[in-house]
């Protein structure tokens, strides 16, 4: 079954990682891609590898984008997205706020809520402050837990702090992956108290209105969880624009969002 899909998306990943040294790994793994679309998409926009990524280019989408999770916060979160019946996108961590072993259910719910999984490193290192090698394998080590978790791992990764050089781009590039950043910094954990969340909130309204589209908020914060992302949820409403994964708000198939590991 979705042997057609599956061969449609390794034919797409292949051509759209002739750039990108693909490296095999864990060659036991059964691959089950969420694939939505099966047809060979030849619109598809090329996105950069080892390129931060700040903007969304579909007309009229915003990109909610969480990370630090999966955490203790992560699904209430996601209650409030499926509220509001709209989708985005999380980078998780292996081992940091949470461990994503033991929250693997919040993982496999994500994914079927229908939001988007990044990677945001296994540890959450200053990855600028590590070598080639170490950041190559701070990135292998989660690609084994999503594989051994989803069966799959994702080709979207935001690195932490939104800290990048020209080493971390390079080994993103050799890796395959497409660095997310964002135009709309929450400033969330330093804001995180009931009493100050509005901060966060309006410099969301601020950056959204100064064209702003890809939001950095934290899903390991209790406060982004109660009080900031319900706000921003209404924000998004009231304004008419559509919350959508990083992935959909760039145009690209979801097909393209993961790879088999192989
Ligand atoms: C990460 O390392 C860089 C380079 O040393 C430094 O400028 C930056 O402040 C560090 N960031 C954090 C959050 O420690």
Known sequence: MHSFSFLAAVLLSIIARSSAAAVPRSPDSQPRLPIQTSKANTNAPQLPWGAVINHCTVPGTIALAFDDGPYIYTEQVLDALAAHGVRATFFLNGAWKGNIHALAHVVQRILAEGHQIGSHTWSHPNLTTLTHPAIVSEMIQLEDAFLRILGFMP????????????????????LGYHVIGASIVTDDKQHDHPARSWRSFEKFRTELGNGGSIVLAHDSQENTAGILVPRMLEEVRARGLQAVTVGECLGHPSALWYRSGQ
């Open 155 to 174: 080709t979207y990764m935001r690195t932490p702090w939104l800290h990048v050089n020209d080493i971390v781009l390079s080994a993103m590039a050799d």
